[in-house]
């Protein structure tokens, strides 16, 4: 049976698949490098992506722990707790470390599956429910939840293809 | 015909001559057509059912569906969208 969560899934799998293809065979140089002093690099992008996926998922609608904490992988990555990327300044994102991008990748990978199996257990009536994001200090809809995390993630992947772009060049 | 673009145009496969070349749009028309289309699209998301999601449509040889178009669109334009804020933000800087 069709429902409001195979457009959801299909764009979810669409922007992870893309994403991962666009970072591919990048070096750390270029994963790191930033266009001009005040602008985010690959690497910070990829990883607040993934940040994004684990809260909104398994924090903001199931209630429940993020993986960063309940499967250790901010200690894995060698990362605060309570580091998520949102309003984050210039110089904290110049002086990232330089985690492995396979790392990374491997906790998106986690989180982006919990995005899906949260998906997966959504109702129709769900999507009128409102849940409280304390991060943000406010109540939100659950519909309006999903449509987010589509558009958000998504101009973070295109952002991230225009950075590799820049640097090597149209089809590079 | 209000932009000086052809009709057959998208942007699709372009190179990097013909972004060079588009003509100098008035970036207002573009957000009257933008808000044009978007009412359309609202028109059409409108009237999709559930069982209509799974409906097969051929394009580019490939078989696609209502729920990956619909995905697809939400997916692409946000990349744009992202695109934009980024040269915005490096034209003007951070809060700029």
């Given amino acids: 049976m069709a429902s409001f969560r195979d457009p959801i899934k299909s764009g979810l799998n669409e922007y992870y698949g893309k994403l991962k293809q666009t970072v591919k065979g990048l070096t750390p140089e270029e994963l790191l490098w930033q266009p001009g002093p005040e602008s985010n690099h690959i690497l910070w992008t990829v990883w607040h992506m993934a940040r994004v996926s684990d809260r909104w998922a398994n924090s903001t609608v199931l209630g429940g722990e993020e993986l960063w904490t309940r499967d250790d992988w901010a200690k894995r990555l060698g990362m605060p707790v309570d580091r998520y990327g949102r309003g984050e300044t210039p110089e904290q994102v110049r002086d990232f470390p330089s985690v492995e991008i396979g790392l990374v990748l491997q906790y998106f990978d986690e989180a982006h599956a919990s995005m899906l199996a949260m998906v997966d257990a959504l109702e129709q009536a769900d999507l009128d429910r409102d849940v409280f994001a304390a991060y943000r200090n406010e109540s939100l809809n659950i519909g309006w939840i999903l449509g987010h995390i589509l558009a958000e993630e998504s101009q973070h992947l295109g952002q991230v293809a225009y950075i590799r772009g820049i640097q090597r060049g149209f089809n590079g | ?96």
């Fill in chain 2, 1 to 96: 015909m209000k932009t000086g673009i052809e009709f057959e145009s998208s942007g699709y496969g372009q190179s990097p001559d013909d972004v060079r070349s588009l003509p100098g749009v008035n970036i207002a028309d573009l957000v009257q057509y933008f808000d044009d289309v978007r009412a359309a699209s609202f028109r059409v998301v409108d009237g999709i059912s559930d069982d209509e999601l799974a409906t097969v449509f051929t394009r580019r040889d490939r078989s696609i569906t209502w729920s990956w178009i619909l995905g697809h669109v939400l997916v692409e334009e946000s990349q744009h969208l992202g695109q934009v804020a980024f040269i915005r933000g490096m034209i003007r800087g951070l809060g700029g």
